[in-house]
């Protein structure tokens, strides 16, 4: 406390002299921990992930969460409300068409936002060689498949595993 109670912080040159050292000198951020995407989806389709049928439904859970988030580009708040319920996922001979739910509010609220489909491709659906029959094992179509019935995307996501824990290796993959 300074003269008659106020604090140091009330001084109009003590919060110039503190902004200006925070612009010479700012504050040093550690780098981010560099990741190679294609040691990532070597290691996907490989056991513990495949095969994907006989898999943990946790690994199954990461793959299909993983290979989503890659193919859509999505921010996570998009992904934690991806349903599989109809009419939220159709699924046509050449890609997998998907929408966030109702409860899901855009940045910006407009029509098109609102109303806006994920749309992700199939990977070599007639695989005819070992490397293309390795590309279909990261397919959505596949790996979302797997999840029909009465599971859902959002469901397995937010009550199978904590939330805290996927936001926590999305962020540090970022």
Not at 79 to 84: T, W, Y
Not at 90 to 96: G, N, S
Not at 97 to 112: A, D, E, G, I, Q
Not at 141 to 165: A, D, F, K, M, V
Request: charge should be positive; glycine fraction near 2%.
């Amino acid at each position: 406390m300074g003269e008659m109670g106020s604090s140091i912080m009330s001084h109009r040159l003590c919060k110039a002299f503190l902004r200006s050292t925070t612009v010479l000198r700012p504050p040093i951020r550690e780098p981010l921990p560099s990741w190679n995407l294609n040691f990532v989806l070597d290691a996907l389709i490989l056991p513990p992930f495949e095969p994907s049928a006989s898999c943990p439904l946790i690994f199954l859970t990461w793959k299909t969460l993983f290979v989503v988030a890659v193919t859509s580009a999505r921010m996570v708040s998009e992904l934690q409300v991806l349903s599989i319920r109809p009419p939220y996922l159709i699924f046509y001979k050449d890609r997998v068409s998907l929408r966030t739910s109702l409860s899901f509010l855009p940045k910006v609220c407009s029509n098109y936002n609102l109303n806006q489909s994920i749309e992700l491709p199939v990977f070599f659906p007639n695989h005819g060689n070992k490397a293309e029959y390795k590309l279909h094992q990261l397919d959505v179509h596949r790996q979302i498949s797997l999840y029909t019935g009465p599971r859902t995307l959002e469901n397995l996501i937010n009550c199978s595993y904590p939330l805290r824990t996927i936001k926590e290796v999305v962020r540090s993959q970022r």
